[in-house]
């Protein structure tokens, strides 16, 4: 359960991000393309060819030059949070999908403060829309949401992600946020559908699952079909799990950085 008092907690934090818009609406964030804003940045020699409205005639009453003054463009982005709650990802004593709800929620609260647009996502084995992308989300209504959504069982992450490309009208960020327990290649798939996008992958592990304390003999259920298995786990055992498992999380990696996509363990 996420409480409210969390989004108090992020009054201290400030949302860095880099980023090259192409919308031309008025957001808070900023290009490095000089362009018809209302943010000065400096002054450029006048050519012929510029536009004479933009001469700066205080600096040529001081210099008897003809400058031209030059704006900060201002861009409007949408940041995309986009979480996994399918059923493994309902797991450890520090929830992940609590955990990853958490981080989304942050974003979308900072993304609220610096005036952009912001669409707040779901998936599992379907995908589904919190908010549309507009600036000023509610977000206790979101935190509300949250906590009521039911896990469902299955991750379709590169069918929900090829879907949800679709909705992305300018270049925007997408951050996903998922233990990404899946194939690999269906978050290559993912990936390359978003390819016009900045894209942040965020996998969110439990450390009981990283490093497990269970020993002896065990019956494990897999909780995205339910199915089981019965295993004795020695340190041999555990040992051999813990490197399939580092092996696949390299390989999603890999993966993001092969696509041009961001990627952070948590």
């Known amino acids: 359960m996420i409480d409210l008092e969390y989004l108090e907690e992020l009054e201290k934090f400030q949302l860095a991000l880099k ?33 004479i409205r933009k001469i700066d005639w205080k600096a040529y009453a001081r210099t008897k030059e003809f400058y031209v003054k030059r704006f900060q463009e201002e861009k409007n982005v949408t940041m995309h949070i986009v979480v996994d709650r399918s059923s493994s990802m309902d797991y450890g004593e520090n929830n992940k999908y609590e955990y ?6 942050g974003l979308a609260y900072m993304t609220n403060k610096t005036n952009d647009r912001l669409r707040y996502s779901v998936f599992s084995e379907t995908l589904t829309d919190l908010t549309a992308a507009r600036r000023n989300a509610n977000l206790g209504q979101l935190v509300d949401t949250t906590n009521e ?17 679709s909705r992305i009208k300018n270049k925007s960020i997408v951050v996903i946020l998922s233990d990404f327990l899946v194939e690999p290649d269906d978050v290559a798939d993912a990936l390359k559908n978003l390819e016009n996008s900045e894209v942040v992958l965020v996998q969110t592990l439990s450390g009981e699952e990283m490093d497990p304390e269970m020993q002896g003999d065990k019956i494990l259920k897999d909780p995205e079909s339910s199915s089981t298995i019965r295993t004795y786990l020695t340190g041999k055992v555990k040992s051999k799990y813990k490197k399939k498992l580092e092996d696949h999380t390299s390989e999603i990696e890999e993966i993001a950085a092969e696509n041009g996509a961001r990627y952070i363990n948590v």
């Open 19 to 51: 980023r090259n818009a192409s919308s031309i609406q008025s957001g808070e964030q900023k290009s490095s393309h000089t362009g018809q804003g209302m943010v000065f940045k400096d002054h450029k020699e006048y050519i012929p060819g510029d536009d």
């Open 100 to 105: 990853a709800s958490k981080i989304g929620l």
């Open 149 to 165: 959504l039911r896990k469902t069982p299955e991750s379709e992450v590169g069918k929900c992600l090829t879907e949800y490309s």
